[in-house]
């Protein structure tokens, strides 16, 4: 793999991705939004080319040349609130407007030459599970997000079989890191407690899988390279740990003084209290086995922020 081209350039987890290409040498072919105001996530380096691109205009870009081996798509639109606070998550014509982005992206991987696609899935395809999650796990998404991450992947596939393609479909789990979104819970406690403040807490009985975003960016990678990657794998640590834990190691991390107290929130309506990746398929695949622990992962988020 010498060269790729990717959607979604400057989300924590394309921007974690270029960096993990450069560092193997790879040439990246970054694809961002028009105006994004996250381009400044991009490192400066001679082997990265910038495309300008929204995700309805990809349908009629046309490559100078066939010069890519591996296409990703982690671009999505319509995953944050609009004006009135509704979650547009839930919007279903809206999230159905991903299933034609992701097709043109199969088509536009094409036209760069490239031998593979693979996709950016979620957790919310499965919904709610008691067992770790893999790719024999029922599809029981409960919004409509879910709902479209499902039929953009399935419908992607049949696409890439018929234009010749690999495909991978990568449901991924809950990944954090130094670029991750301000209203995660992770970046909330992180932000609260340095501001000497005191969040909100559910009872934290939730079993969770986290993944740092350097650990799944060189998943992406390997899963890429590899000739027997075929499919859907679920992206995770594969350790499912209670959230309290992970908010105390957070509310230490920071040097917060303010006391734990838990149960003062209740939880979501539809809140998943299981969330683990089985990786087994990983490891055999492509041997992955992350090395990134939670402790060390917030310290960097933290040093960070600090800096």
Same mark, same amino acid.
């Given at each position: 793999?010498? +060269?790729?081209?990717?959607?979604?350039?400057?989300?924590?987890?394309?921007?974690?991705l270029i960096e993990e290409c450069l560092r193997h040498s790879i040439e990246v072919i970054a694809i961002a939004r028009r105006g994004s105001k996250n381009l400044y996530r991009l490192p400066q380096s001679d082997h &990265?080319?910038? &495309?300008?691109?929204?995700?309805?205009?990809?349908?009629?870009?046309?490559?100078?040349?066939?010069?890519?081996?591996?296409? =990703?798509?982690?671009?999505?639109?319509?995953?944050?609130? %609009?004006? %009135?606070?509704?979650?547009?998550?839930?919007?279903?014509?809206?999230?159905?407007?991903? $299933? *034609?982005?992701?097709?043109?992206?199969?088509?536009?991987? !094409?036209?760069? /030459?490239?031998? !593979?696609?693979?996709?950016?899935?979620?957790?919310?395809?499965?919904?709610?599970?008691? *067992?770790?999650?893999?790719?024999?796990?029922? $599809?029981?998404?409960?919004?409509? =997000?879910?709902?479209?991450? =499902?039929?953009?992947?399935?419908?992607?596939?049949s696409l890439c079989r018929k234009l010749e393609l690999d495909f991978v479909h990568m449901r991924i789990l809950s990944v954090y890191g130094?670029?991750?979104?301000?209203?995660?819970? @992770?970046?909330?406690?992180?932000?609260? =407690?340095?501001? /000497? /403040? #005191?969040?909100?807490?559910?009872?934290?009985? *939730?079993?969770? %899988?986290?993944?740092?975003?350097?650990?799944?960016? #060189?998943?992406? #990678?390997?899963?890429?390279?590899?000739?027997?990657?075929?499919?859907?794998?679920?992206? /995770?640590?594969?350790?499912?740990?209670?959230? #309290?834990?992970?908010?105390?190691?957070?509310?230490?991390?920071?040097?917060?003084?303010?006391?734990? @107290?838990?149960?003062?929130?209740?939880?979501?309506?539809?809140?998943?209290?299981?969330? *683990?990746?089985? @990786?087994?398929?990983?490891?055999?695949?492509?041997?992955?086995?992350?090395? @990134? %622990?939670?402790?060390?992962? $917030?310290?960097? &988020?933290? !040093?960070? +922020?600090?800096?």
């Amino acid at each position: 793999m010498r +060269r790729i081209v990717l959607t979604g350039a400057t989300s924590m987890l394309g921007a974690a991705l270029i960096e993990e290409c450069l560092r193997h040498s790879i040439e990246v072919i970054a694809i961002a939004r028009r105006g994004s105001k996250n381009l400044y996530r991009l490192p400066q380096s001679d082997h &990265i080319q910038l &495309i300008e691109c929204d995700l309805d205009a990809m349908k009629n870009f046309e490559p100078v040349e066939k010069i890519a081996d591996v296409f =990703y798509h982690m671009g999505w639109g319509w995953t944050g609130r %609009d004006a %009135d606070g509704n979650d547009l998550r839930l919007d279903p014509e809206l999230q159905s407007l991903n $299933i *034609q982005y992701t097709l043109d992206a199969v088509r536009l991987a !094409k036209r760069f /030459g490239c031998r !593979k696609f693979l996709f950016a899935g979620s957790q919310a395809e499965y919904g709610s599970s008691a *067992q770790p999650l893999n790719r024999n796990t029922p $599809i029981k998404p409960t919004m409509d =997000y879910g709902v479209a991450k =499902y039929a953009a992947g399935r419908l992607a596939e049949s696409l890439c079989r018929k234009l010749e393609l690999d495909f991978v479909h990568m449901r991924i789990l809950s990944v954090y890191g130094i670029n991750d979104g301000a209203n995660t819970l @992770i970046s909330y406690l992180i932000r609260t =407690y340095l501001d /000497g /403040g #005191r969040p909100q807490l559910t009872g934290g009985e *939730q079993l969770w %899988d986290y993944l740092y975003a350097d650990d799944a960016a #060189r998943c992406f #990678r390997l899963l890429g390279e590899s000739d027997r990657a075929r499919g859907v794998y679920c992206i /995770g640590s594969g350790v499912a740990r209670p959230l #309290r834990e992970y908010i105390e190691i957070i509310h230490h991390a920071t040097g917060s003084t303010v006391p734990l @107290i838990f149960g003062e929130r209740p939880y979501a309506p539809n809140q998943v209290m299981f969330l *683990q990746a089985d @990786i087994s398929d990983l490891r055999r695949d492509i041997g992955f086995e992350p090395t @990134i %622990d939670f402790n060390d992962g $917030i310290n960097r &988020i933290i !040093k960070a +922020r600090r800096q």
